[in-house]
């Protein structure tokens, strides 16, 4: 029987040779290849892209073979490209959508397929869901179209760097001297994020800058126990910041000038100060539920209004789409700003960092001490368990109850935007949200105080395996 392709909250991916094989592809892309014919569009084309992962070549070839019989055209990237840069190059491109081959931030023996919609947002569940009825159609009469399509080739490095130089203040960069270190990660923003600042004379060293397919042995993700190499060259070059990207460079992975890892969630509440500073925006913020509350408290200061949306960058690009926030994030090192592309951008949120301390004069660590000292501070956290069958089913018994307390404290609002979010009276919280995929919970606890974050994570395991 033929493994079932279902498209999650960033595409579909699967370990290479057991279910990412050849067929499986195939299947995967004719399934996109009917997808797009039946959106009846009269000279359909398709880009067609990768992240630098093992046959990303091969499977490229192969998908523009496939959309060519279909009488789609493709647009082919010859060299690997940045989700956020292929996002933009459909909508500069008037393309019908982009299939990129990549496995994101997963580790090296993964592999993936991202479907972008002809508004370079990542495909909303009623697509993949049209995706993968079109995959069991083609499965039930494996017929390939006799249609004829030439393969053309597509750039979007010029077009997506000169973009982020519109957005992003280089003069201000360069003008305060401020020193760059970057971490690609072996990744598909090699070239970009460093040869940006370098071309506008900014000072920018790199670490892991050529193609390693294993990506150092590890996953490709710019998470905190991984930059050692990047902290290195900060320390060697006198960085004042350090800039990471993962795999896909849709996320992104901040250091500051002493070392410390900002983590997403406060990245995205700072760059959210800056930019209605900055740029005197006020349209609106976005957030998912697991997203820290020191959000919330920032949109309450500016007297700005909050949208708080389930997991999945998707349902913030809509908002992005519809022009209702200046920024939108998650907690998973996401963002992308308003008149940018609805999908996540790794390499601007860096370039912004730079823009942020260069403008501000200020280290991170100390511009989110001065947003503590006038919103409060806040203590995010999040944690995954695993879960035996037996725990799994108890568990997610419990989570269709809406309890009244939780762990001796009063639950002052429940939330199911997305899972179960129980908000305290303190304004500390839990969110509870099952894995699709595998038997795990993922738990965000976020507490006003560090010792109070301690208590409130043990509590929260604790109610788990109760």
Request: aromatic residues 8%; contains cysteine.
């Given at each position: 029987?033929?493994?079932?392709?279902?498209?999650?909250?960033?595409?579909?991916?699967?370990?290479?040779?057991?279910?990412?094989?050849?067929?499986?592809?195939?299947?995967?892309?004719?399934?996109?290849?009917?997808?797009?014919?039946?959106?009846?569009?009269?000279?359909?084309?398709?880009?067609?892209?990768?992240?630098?992962?093992?046959?990303?070549?091969?499977?490229?070839?192969?998908?523009?073979?496939?959309?060519?019989?279909?009488?789609?055209?493709?647009?082919?990237?010859?060299?690997?490209?940045?989700?956020?840069?292929?996002?933009?190059?459909?909508?500069?491109?008037?393309?019908?959508?982009?299939?990129?081959?990549?496995?994101?931030?997963?580790?090296?023996?993964?592999?993936?397929?991202?479907?972008?919609?002809?508004?370079?947002?990542?495909?909303?569940?009623?697509?993949?869901?049209?995706?993968?009825?079109?995959?069991?159609?083609?499965?039930?009469?494996?017929?390939?179209?006799?249609?004829?399509?030439?393969?053309?080739?597509?750039?979007?490095?010029?077009?997506?760097?000169?973009?982020?130089?519109?957005?992003?203040?280089?003069?201000?960069?360069?003008?305060?001297?401020?020193?760059?270190?970057?971490?690609?990660?072996?990744?598909?923003?090699?070239?970009?994020?460093?040869?940006?600042?370098?071309?506008?004379?900014?000072?920018?060293?790199?670490?892991?800058?050529?193609?390693?397919?294993l990506f150092g042995?590890?996953?490709?993700?710019?998470?905190?126990?991984?930059?050692?190499?990047l902290r290195q060259?900060?320390?060697?070059?006198?960085?004042?910041?350090?800039?990471?990207?993962?795999?896909?460079?849709?996320?992104?992975?901040?250091?500051?000038?002493?070392?410390?890892?900002?983590?997403?969630?406060?990245?995205?509440?700072?760059?959210?100060?800056?930019?209605?500073?900055?740029?005197?925006?006020?349209?609106?913020?976005?957030?998912?539920?697991?997203?820290?509350?020191?959000?919330?408290?920032?949109?309450?200061?500016?007297?700005?209004?909050?949208?708080?949306?389930?997991?999945?960058?998707?349902?913030?690009?809509?908002?992005?789409?519809?022009?209702?926030?200046?920024?939108?994030?998650?907690?998973?090192?996401?963002?992308?700003?308003?008149?940018?592309?609805?999908?996540?951008?790794?390499?601007?949120?860096?370039?912004?960092?730079?823009?942020?301390?260069?403008?501000?004069?200020?280290?991170?660590?100390?511009?989110?001490?001065?947003?503590?000292?006038?919103?409060?501070?806040?203590?995010?956290?999040?944690?995954?368990?695993?879960?035996?069958?037996?725990?799994?089913?108890?568990?997610?018994?419990?989570?269709?109850?809406?309890?009244?307390?939780?762990?001796?404290?009063k639950v002052a609002?429940?939330?199911?935007?997305?899972?179960?979010?129980?908000?305290?009276?303190?304004?500390?919280?839990?969110?509870?949200?099952?894995?699709?995929?595998?038997?795990?919970?993922?738990?965000?606890?976020?507490?006003?105080?560090?010792?109070?974050?301690?208590?409130?994570?043990?509590?929260?395991?604790?109610?788990?395996?109760?």
């Amino acid at each position: 029987m033929a493994t079932q392709i279902k498209f999650g909250t960033s595409g579909w991916r699967a370990v290479m040779a057991e279910e990412f094989t050849f067929a499986n592809v195939r299947r995967a892309v004719h399934g996109i290849a009917r997808y797009v014919v039946a959106q009846r569009s009269k000279a359909p084309k398709v880009i067609v892209g990768r992240d630098p992962r093992f046959l990303g070549e091969t499977f490229c070839a192969m998908a523009a073979e496939i959309l060519a019989s279909y009488g789609i055209v493709p647009l082919v990237i010859s060299e690997a490209a940045p989700t956020p840069a292929i996002s933009y190059a459909v909508t500069q491109s008037n393309a019908d959508g982009a299939i990129n081959f990549t496995a994101s931030h997963n580790p090296p023996e993964y592999n993936g397929i991202k479907f972008s919609t002809s508004d370079g947002a990542p495909a909303l569940p009623e697509a993949t869901k049209r995706i993968e009825s079109e995959i069991a159609a083609y499965d039930a009469n494996p017929e390939t179209p006799k249609g004829k399509a030439e393969a053309q080739s597509i750039d979007p490095r010029r077009m997506y760097l000169s973009r982020l130089r519109e957005i992003v203040d280089l003069d201000v960069i360069k003008g305060a001297g401020v020193k760059v270190a970057f971490d690609p990660m072996w990744g598909a923003a090699r070239g970009y994020s460093d040869a940006l600042l370098r071309e506008a004379g900014i000072t920018v060293a790199t670490v892991h800058d050529y193609r390693d397919v294993l990506f150092g042995g590890h996953a490709p993700e710019p998470d905190d126990h991984l930059l050692e190499d990047l902290r290195q060259k900060m320390r060697e070059t006198g960085a004042h910041i350090g800039i990471a990207t993962d795999g896909d460079a849709d996320r992104f992975g901040i250091v500051d000038e002493d070392g410390t890892f900002l983590q997403p969630n406060y990245i995205i509440a700072l760059l959210f100060d800056y930019l209605v500073e900055s740029r005197g925006w006020k349209n609106g913020v976005g957030k998912s539920v697991a997203t820290t509350n020191l959000i919330n408290a920032l949109a309450d200061k500016h007297k700005i209004e909050l949208y708080e949306t389930p997991v999945g960058f998707k349902y913030i690009g809509e908002l992005i789409k519809q022009d209702k926030i200046l920024i939108g994030g998650e907690e998973s090192a996401g963002l992308s700003i308003r008149r940018h592309v609805p999908e996540k951008d790794g390499v601007l949120a860096g370039l912004l960092c730079c823009e942020m301390v260069a403008r501000r004069g200020a280290s991170l660590g100390k511009q989110l001490e001065g947003i503590f000292a006038k919103v409060g501070s806040y203590y995010p956290l999040r944690e995954n368990f695993h879960l035996t069958p037996e725990v799994k089913e108890k568990f997610t018994k419990k989570l269709r109850v809406d309890p009244s307390e939780f762990v001796g404290n009063k639950v002052a609002q429940v939330v199911r935007t997305d899972g179960l979010k129980l908000v305290l009276e303190d304004g500390s919280w839990a969110c509870y949200r099952l894995s699709g995929t595998e038997p795990v919970v993922r738990v965000y606890t976020e507490a006003r105080t560090r010792e109070g974050l301690d208590k409130l994570s043990l509590a929260a395991k604790a109610w788990i395996f109760d």
